[in-house]
Structures are given as C-alpha cells and as structure tokens.
C-alpha cells in the first residue's frame, strides 16, 4: 500500500527558528494516487516569515468533485496554470536544504514531494521535517481533535481562506510558534505526553491517534449502521492521520476506504462491506476469537493479555506450562495462541484490546496463522489436557 522512500528525511525532535513550511493541495486524500493541485511555501528565519512561494498546479485532468469541496479549486482555476514539471525546480531552490514543518506532513506532503521530486527530476527530497500535528497531540490542549483547523481557533486565529496551501502555511506557523510559547520544546520531543499531573512518558501520538480512530469507529457503529456522509467523513479523518500508516487497525481501515473510493462511487453494498470491517476494527477480540477445540499445546507458542478469573497470570502461564505450551511474552509470527483473559485489562491502549492483541490482528490480515481465544474457551480446554496428563 505504501512506497519504499528510502532516502526520506528524518523528524526533528526539537523547536527551530529557520525552516521552511509547506503546505500542498491535492486531488486526493491518499499519498500513491493524488496529484498536487497547490503547492505553497515561506520561508521562516528567526522566527520571521522573509519569503513565499506559492501557485495553482494543472494537473492534466478533472480534479474530483470531493477536493473541489474541501479546498474550493477549480478546473477553471488552474486551466492556465503550470504543471508540477514546470514548477518543481523552483520549489526545490526556494526550500533549499532547510527543514521543513508542516501539518500531518510527515506521511502525506513529505511523500507526495519526495515521489514527484524523484519522478521528475530522478532527485531525491531528504529535507528534515517537524510535524505540528504531532505535537498538538503530545500538549495538554483538551480539544475534540488535533486537526489545524480546530488548533488554529483554539488559538483564535483568523481561518478566513483555509484549505488553501499558503494560508495554511501561515496557520501551520503560528500554530507552531504558540504551542512552543505555551509548552516549550518538550511537545516536540517523540517521548512527551499530558497527563493530569503534567508530562510524563507514556503513549505514543500514533497510540493516541489510533485510540481516537477507535473512538470515532465506535461512534459511528453506535446507530448500527454506516452510511455515506459517515464513510467520506472518516475519509477525511484517514486524510489527516497518514503518518499511521503501518498500524492496525489504520491500515486496515485504509485500506477498505481505498477500494470502496477506486471509482469514486459508494455503493449501498460497499457501506456494508466497510461496517463489517469496522465491526472487527472495534473490537477484534469478540469478532475474531476462534474456538475448535485443543487437542493438545505441546511445544504450542501462547501468549496472554488481560486478566483472568482463573487465578494470577503466573497462575495461567504454569497450566500452559505443565501441558507442554511455551509462552510469549510478546505476540510473535511463531505465536499460535493469544489468550484473552476474561477481565480485560486497564492497561490496554483502547477498551478492547492492547498491543498483544493489536500486533495478533497484524499478523493475521498478512496471512499468519494465529487464534485468538477467549479465557472462557481456553482454560476449560487446558485443564482438561492437564488431567489427561496427570492420569498417565
């Protein structure tokens, strides 16, 4: 689903006073298909805008109705204007080698110019990047979302005109320099994240992300049903949050949405199809958990998650353990079992499942063969084997 960028630059985990911010408008929402119909840029050095680049793309076809209604841009408007081989040159003297912020840039614009940079001019585009989005989601901010959108009124920014590329270079900016006034540098830094007490070590903002997927997931399964103004509105969500991209379940979810949008065309049977697979993005354990009976778990791979009613998971690993089963402290592709315990567990990253069972849904949308069994169906099965065992 996604390209080999060999020569990406890297994150900058630290506040900068000189760079570049760069924003695109495209045709699409995902990286490997969408073309760039705006491409904009200022240049930033102490702290000061000194210069701008900006102008409409033509990209040589009808641009779909969908981006027209997000970014307002037009076929008539880029009629006349260049093309992204026109242009691309001048865009790449303007950014230099400086490192470049954005929103959600470090999986959607980044890669959108690296691939285009590399098709037209076989060069490669290794600029450092500073993602806003990632350190809106690692400040105390409590808001509904991290979109810019939402940042930047939070701020009480003027958003008159965003949607375009260089005013929302301007956003991204401010957005940038008034979290680094309020917070510091240490919401720029990967291993930050708010708690009540103030920073501490704890969730990714990936983790954080894909919680807030859950969440949304959940929300629009609560009526039973998925229909259209609900799936082009998880569309522009999955547009915002590329840099998950790797994660169950965004590649899953991802995934579907790509195929579903293929002819631009969501068909009554396609909504089912996508609340199917949400269903099993929600909760995988309850839609994924096999259950046909275990003969035997000698020299058997398991692996346990939550809490159980059958005792202390020491408890439950010693009754694997006197049947001839090996246990995993982590999922792996030679794991056969994860075992669910019937509790659950307040440490799991979303109500239903941790990164054992996270990691166990990976493996299986890739064709590994892994079962996921409840406590209820697993211990009685073990026990059963156990006194097999003990009456030889």
Not at 234 to 248: D, I, K, T
Not at 278 to 291: A, I, Q
């Amino acid at each position: 689903m996604s390209k080999e960028r060999e020569f990406k630059g890297h994150s900058i985990n630290r506040h900068i006073d000189n760079y570049c911010v760069l924003d695109l408008e495209t045709t699409g929402i995902f990286v490997n298909s969408a073309d760039i119909i705006e491409i904009s840029a200022i240049k930033v050095r102490n702290n000061q805008v000194i210069d701008s680049f900006s102008t409409l793309i033509n990209p040589g076809y009808h641009i779909p109705d969908a981006a027209t209604a997000v970014n307002h841009i037009t076929d008539e408007m880029v009629q006349n204007a260049p093309t992204i081989q026109a242009v691309i040159e001048e865009f790449l003297n303007f950014v230099g080698d400086d490192v470049v912020i954005g929103y959600n840039n470090a999986s959607f614009d980044m890669n959108i110019v690296y691939d285009k940079v590399l098709e037209i001019t076989d060069k490669v585009f290794s600029n450092d990047y500073i993602d806003v989005m990632h350190a809106v989601r690692r400040s105390p901010l409590k808001l509904e979302n991290a979109k810019l959108e939402t940042v930047s009124k939070y701020y009480q920014l003027d958003t008159a005109g965003e949607h375009r590329a260089l005013k929302d270079c301007y956003l991204t900016k401010d957005c940038y320099d008034k979290l680094f006034n309020d917070f510091g540098d240490i919401v720029y830094q990967k291993s930050s994240h708010k708690s009540s007490g103030g920073f501490h070590i704890q969730y990714s903002a990936e983790t954080l992300a894909l919680q807030e997927l859950q969440t949304i997931l959940a929300g629009i399964l609560e009526d039973g049903i998925v229909d259209r103004e609900e799936a082009e509105a998880l569309c522009f969500w999955v547009e915002e949050h590329r840099n998950l991209s790797g994660n169950y379940p965004f590649d899953k979810t991802y995934a579907t949405l790509d195929a579903i949008l293929e002819d631009g065309v969501i068909t009554d049977e396609e909504l089912l199809e996508l609340k199917d697979v949400l269903t099993e993005v929600v909760d995988p354990v309850k839609r994924s958990c096999e259950h046909c009976g275990i003969d035997t778990l000698t020299d058997k791979h398991v692996c346990i998650t939550g809490d159980f009613d059958y005792g202390s998971r020491k408890d439950v690993e010693t009754l694997i353990e006197s049947v001839g089963g090996i246990i995993d402290k982590s999922t792996k592709k030679v794991t056969d079992y994860v075992v669910v315990g019937a509790k659950g567990s307040s440490a799991w990253k979303t109500g239903n499942y941790g990164s054992k069972i996270q990691k166990a849904m990976e493996y299986k949308n890739t064709g590994i063969e892994i079962s996921i069994v409840e406590e209820k169906d697993f211990i009685p099965d073990v026990m059963r084997l156990n006194g097999d065992s003990s009456d030889k």
